[in-house]
């Protein structure tokens, strides 16, 4: 590396946006950062169940946030780590090769991605599949469950492409010009059917029970090198060395966390609360069935302890979609920015005093992995307490009270979690959110840590690779 690149690029794929970090390598100070709304939900072949993504949309949103940087700042670039949303699948051909200025060659050879939001895989679907040598149990949107689904129910889909990644995954894949594609144990862990003990895939229960293993990518721990720019990328030299593709999980916990007995709050599209287990040889519990608190590969050998809601961002939204079709019903119009404006100025109002005369909203919209059955539901709803503020509070509290449920504060402190950090879309746009969170987690601290996006972490990532002697 040159003396000048003396900066890391950190690139998040989100579920509804991309955003880029690029920092400092020696003062971790970040220079600039961007963000693009993806717009890339595409409709299904198999209806509500199916959630997929347009490869081409997410592509062009990585492009336009590098573009946006000073050709200086690019070309100052030292290294590369790229985060994004986890458990998600797409398809490829690794014959196809294009350079990344030219999005639209990519649909020639590249599948839709298939998110972590799919649920084409039914429960009596799931029964049907073979447990894994894993202590992470299967649920549907993991990317080998979605791959076992389609090579029992769509086949013909599958006899196109020769191998299959995390969106990160195709990304690096491409930004290399790798011919098979190198995955990181934290997405390997988020996609079943691995075994973070040896590292590997379960390969002979997968083999037995007519999986394409052929599709799956090589392994790697979090944080290591899978090759270097193939070719100059608007400005970012060619031979930039770029790392596997890290969870976006993971790195929002790097970007957040400063203190080692810190738990993370991240709600953005979804939410979850973890912390960091310190234990030399710490081996995860093996769990036959999803539960409340799972564990996830962190990096140098770690692992998070985490509650993974899969509702977050994404019911307040339903909730402004709801109400955007009522009025529309009713023959009149607004728009959708102006009802989130109206929200947050409402949730600055004062709640009914007394807790018990509010009503309580149990936000299960998208169920829960551990009970895929659960449904929303409100409750203690009077003529009073049925004003669109009131509605609105009980939403929110009712976000951070499952958050709770899955991960109590007795279990936060029995583990030596001594604050908590807040990050997230949600929480910087809905400061009653974070009223709710010191509420709720009383007596830790509760702090909002600016800025601690998953791009920042892993642009941290890339910034101790570089460091490593």
């Not at 979609?321 to 019903?329: A, C, E, N």
């Not at 009077?382 to 279990?411: D, K, Y």
Request: hydrophobic share 40%.
């Amino acid at each position: 590396m040159d003396s000048d690149q003396n900066l890391c690029l950190g690139i998040d794929l989100g579920t509804t946006s991309v955003k880029i970090s690029i920092i400092d390598t020696a003062t971790k100070d970040q220079v600039f950062t961007t963000t693009e709304a993806t717009n890339a939900y595409i409709s299904s072949n198999d209806g509500i169940q199916g959630a997929e993504q347009s490869i081409l949309l997410i592509m062009d949103a990585i492009c336009a946030c590098i573009l946006r940087a000073t050709d200086k700042t690019r070309s100052n670039i030292g290294c590369i780590a790229v985060s994004g949303q986890m458990h998600g699948v797409v398809l490829w051909n690794s014959e196809g090769k294009t350079p990344l200025s030219n999005t639209l060659d990519l649909a020639s050879f590249t599948s839709n991605l298939y998110t972590w939001e799919d649920r084409r895989a039914t429960t009596q679907f799931l029964l049907s599949l073979p447990k894994p040598d894993s202590h992470q149990p299967i649920s549907a949107g993991f990317g080998n469950v979605t791959l076992f689904w389609l090579a029992r129910n769509e086949p013909e889909l599958l006899v196109k492409y020769d191998t299959a990644g995390g969106v990160m995954d195709y990304l690096t894949t491409l930004l290399c010009g790798l011919d098979k594609p190198v995955m990181s144990n934290q997405i390997a862990c988020s996609w079943g059917y691995f075994n973070c003990q040896t590292g590997t895939w379960n390969l002979n229960i997968l083999k037995d029970n007519g999986f394409p293993v052929h599709l799956l990518p090589v392994t790697v721990a979090g944080g290591s090198k899978v090759g270097e720019l193939c070719a100059d990328w608007f400005g970012i030299r060619r031979g930039t060395p770029v790392l596997s593709g890290l969870g976006d999980l993971q790195s929002s916990f790097m970007a957040a966390s400063k203190l080692p007995n810190d738990a993370v709050m991240n709600i953005s599209t979804s939410s979850q609360i973890g912390f960091r287990i310190d234990c030399p040889g710490f081996s995860p519990p093996k769990q036959d069935v999803p539960a409340p608190v799972s564990y996830f590969p962190y990096f140098d050998n770690g692992y998070l302890a985490v509650a993974a809601s899969l509702n977050g961002g994404n019911i307040l939204k339903a909730f402004v979609r709801m109400l955007q079709q009522w009025v529309g019903t009713l023959g009149l119009t607004i728009h959708e920015e102006s009802i989130w404006l109206k929200l947050t100025e409402i949730a600055s109002y004062p709640e009914i005093a007394e807790e018990f005369s509010r009503p309580v909203i149990h936000p299960f919209l998208y169920g829960e992995r551990y009970n895929p059955n659960l449904t929303a539901s409100i409750s203690g709803m009077r003529e009073e307490n049925s004003t669109l503020e009131c509605i609105f509070h009980a939403l929110c509290n009712g976000l951070v009270a499952n958050l709770h449920q899955m991960m109590p504060l007795s279990l936060l402190i029995e583990s030596g979690v001594e604050r908590v950090v807040l990050t997230g879309s949600v929480i910087s746009r809905q400061p009653h959110v974070m009223t709710c969170v010191k509420r709720t987690y009383s007596p830790l601290p509760v702090m909002l840590e600016i800025g601690a996006e998953a791009s920042y972490g892993a642009a941290l990532v890339a910034a101790k690779y570089l460091q490593v002697p």
